[in-house]
Structures are given as structure tokens and as C-alpha cells.
């Protein structure tokens, strides 16, 4: 079996305005994305991951110091995917089935938004910041360079890249006024699709 990338739902040349613009995401899909992609094929043909799904490879490889290269490029392969998929050109707004169970975790939806946001903000150097499902509540988990939230046992519902190639073409180093534009594309349809996986309802 042979990676893909997952298709995007919008065009490429359109961006996901107001966040992103059709060159940074030219590159950070065409690029950086594809050639994880490139990468982990190569690295796992002819093996016995070679038929496993991302999400096997990365628990089969997660603390196996011999599969570094292996865990990196499948983590990036997936935490990349995830990512394209939580956003929408404008955005869409959360339901109020959404908000409940926010107000439940972080005592509002706007609370959610201000913690996630400082806690992407703060990660040192290049890195990923989720909102995972764990032990039947939903949490924010703050993961290093290619490290992502299947490692660490949880369930991803909505992550955001605060690598330097996903907004310094728009951003240059204000990495705050990005993750800011990019809350205002997330796609709350498919976050709540994740939160209804993860048995949040």
C-alpha cells in the first residue's frame, strides 16, 4: 500500500482565506506535506508496516529509537491530514451541541478559544497544538516537532501547526495573529464529526 495525501476540500489557488494565502498553502500541501508523504513510502516499502494504516505505524513506532525516521514522517503524514481537514475557507460555526460540551470541559467556548490559542502561541520552537479526547474529556495537549496526540494515548478532534512553514510566508514571526486567523477557519462540522467518534455526546 502506498500513502496519499488526503484530497482538500478546497482549491488551492483560493487559500483558506482569511487565515492562509494560496502560496503558503501551495507550499506548506505541495512541499512539506507531499514529501513526508514521499518519505514514508520509501522508508516503509517492502517492510511489514508497509500495510499498515498511519495510525498503527505511529503506535508500532512511537518508542522504537530504530524507527525514528519511520515515526517522524508517519506522524507528520498524519498530524498534516488531520490538520487541512479542520479547516474550511471562513470557517463554520460551532453548534450549540458544540458549545455545551465546551462550557462542560473549559467552562465556556470562549475560554476554549483563549486557552488553546495561548497555549499554541507559547509552544517552543516548531510543534503542533491539539484538542484531544481522553478518559471521556476533552483536553488541549501541546505536542513537540513531529510528535502528535496517537502517541500519547488520546484522541486528536482539532489540531493546529505552529511550525514555521505552516504560516511564516503570511506571518513572518507573529505566530499569534496566525493561530488567531486560523481559529476564524476552523471547520466545526468536522470537529464535532471527531467529538461524536470520541463518544462526547
Known amino acids: 500500500m502506498s500513502f496519499e495525501r488526503i484530497p482538500l476540500a478546497y482549491p488551492i489557488d483560493k487559500?483558506?482565506?482569511?487565515?492562509?494565502?494560496p502560496r503558503t498553502l501551495d507550499f506548506h500541501y505541495n512541499k512539506h506535506y507531499a514529501g513526508y508523504i514521499t518519505k514514508l513510502n520509501g522508508l516503509v516499502k517492502d517492510t511489514d508496516l508497509e500495510k499498515k494504516t498511519l495510525e498503527e505505524i505511529i503506535l508500532a513506532t512511537k518508542d522504537d529509537s530504530t524507527k525514528k525516521g519511520i515515526f517522524n514522517n508517519a506522524s507528520q503524514s498524519f498530524n498534516h491530514g488531520f490538520y487541512f481537514s479542520c479547516m474550511k475557507p471562513n470557517g463554520t460555526e460551532p453548534t450549540e451541541k458544540i458549545k455545551k460540551r465546551f462550557e462542560t470541559d473549559f467552562g465556556s467556548f470562549d475560554e476554549f478559544i483563549?486557552?488553546?490559542s495561548a497555549q499554541a502561541a507559547g509552544i517552543f520552537g516548531s510543534g503542533w497544538c491539539?484538542?484531544?479526547a481522553k478518559d471521556g474529556k476533552m483536553e488541549i495537549l501541546g505536542t513537540s516537532n513531529s510528535d502528535n496526540a496517537i502517541a500519547h494515548g488520546a484522541v486528536p478532534l482539532l489540531v493546529v501547526d505552529v511550525?514555521?512553514?505552516a504560516y511564516y510566508l503570511d506571518y513572518q514571526n507573529r505566530r499569534p495573529d496566525s493561530i488567531q486567523k486560523f481559529c476564524e477557519v476552523i471547520d466545526w462540522e468536522f470537529v464535532e464529526k471527531q467529538m461524536e467518534k470520541a463518544k462526547l455526546f
Request: glycine letters at 6%; zero cysteines.
Open 15 to 21: 487559500g483558506i482565506l482569511p487565515a492562509f494565502s
Open 114 to 116: 483563549k486557552q488553546f
Open 130 to 132: 491539539w484538542l484531544v
Open 163 to 165: 511550525w514555521e512553514h
